[in-house]
């Protein structure tokens, strides 16, 4: 049943993907509009959807172990990447500004444009945005050192600088909700309702985002590149397999208690297409962000497949 709902999800997700590209062929969705539906979501409906269902919780014995056992998870989910990431590249023989894209998108997937989204409407309950947050902020602390680190060379990165970022409204909100969340706090609802009815707009306008930017993408030059082919394969399938292999054996011999939820959570988020952010991070930083712009096309139109491959293997094994 829930493999049918996952797939009905990703077409869904498709249909408004489509939308989103048809309205920046026809010049609905230009540039401005594309760069405004971005900053919408990344400093006001998501925040919003975060702190709404967060601080919404109960809090139960459940919600804090698995929150925590989230948490270890996805720290050692970046380690595999990175490591996957690390042996991906030294098949090929790629130029040190391309070398660091694929490292970096091996590491980084699309979870604030598509996996907020599809894991609000796969799972409705608040824990789920919990899970799936945890996992966000583990990425936004490796992508604004670690990733920056490697996008501007071992050198003249100041402290500052790699930490700046990491104060951004989404990780502020999710500080907000958790802390109402362990006070258990109850927020008005004539106050909660308008702010959650602004939260859930997030999906909508989070999916036309990634259909505009896939309309500006040539998928010519993404097919003739070999390593292209490898990345989506370690991105979409490879590594999110080996993480629900680790996580069952983690399980099953050490006795950890990792509901079900938050398992398939996690590697969901593994599993997602490459992140459009390090393109505009690759441009600001003089790494190669054209082949960037290839992958987050080429592994996005994969993931439709992918996904829901990836969501059935986890209710087999």
């Known amino acids: 049943m829930q493999t049918q709902i996952i797939t009905e999800q990703i077409i869904i997700a498709g249909i408004i993907v489509l939308v989103g590209t048809i309205g920046s062929w026809v010049k609905v969705i230009n540039e401005d509009l594309r760069s405004s539906i971005s900053r919408l979501v990344f400093k006001i409906t998501l925040p919003l959807l975060i702190v709404t269902t967060v601080s919404r919780m109960d809090m139960t014995r459940e919600v804090l172990v698995n929150g925590g056992w989230a948490a270890f998870f996805s720290i050692m ?33 699309n979870i604030v444009f598509l996996g907020f989204p599809l894991i609000a409407a796969l799972y ?32 003249d990165v100041a402290l500052n600088e790699r930490f700046k970022n990491l104060l951004n409204p989404n990780t502020i909100a999710f500080v907000v909700g958790i802390t109402i969340f362990f006070l258990q706090l109850h927020v008005p609802e004539i106050i909660h309702s308008p702010l959650r009815t602004i939260g859930k707009a997030t999906s909508p306008l989070a999916l036309l985002y990634i259909g505009s930017t896939l309309a500006r993408t040539s998928i010519k030059g993404a097919l003739k590149r070999g390593d292209i082919y490898i990345l989506s394969l370690n991105k979409l399938i490879i590594i999110p397999v ?17 509901g079900e939820m938050a ?20 441009k600001a ?33």
């Open 77 to 109: 989910t970046f380690v595999v990447m990175y490591i996957v990431g690390k042996i991906s590249v030294k098949f090929f023989n790629l130029p040190p500004r391309a070398e660091v894209i694929h490292e970096l998108h091996t590491m980084f997937g």
């Open 242 to 258: 080996l993480m629900l292999i680790i996580m069952n054996l983690s399980i099953q011999y050490f006795g950890i208690e990792l």
């Open 263 to 282: 398992k398939t959570i996690i590697v969901l988020q593994s599993a997602m297409p490459c992140m459009s952010m390090i393109v505009i991070m690759a």
């Open 124 to 155: 409705p309950a608040e824990e789920a945005l919990l899970y799936a947050t945890i996992y966000y902020m583990v990425s936004s602390f490796t992508q604004w050192t670690y990733a920056v680190f490697r996008l501007k060379g071992q050198k």
């Open 285 to 317: 930083y003089g790494a190669a962000d054209d082949r960037a712009a290839e992958n987050v096309f080429l592994t996005t139109i994969l993931s439709l497949i992918t996904l829901p491959l990836v969501f059935f293997i986890t209710t087999i094994l």
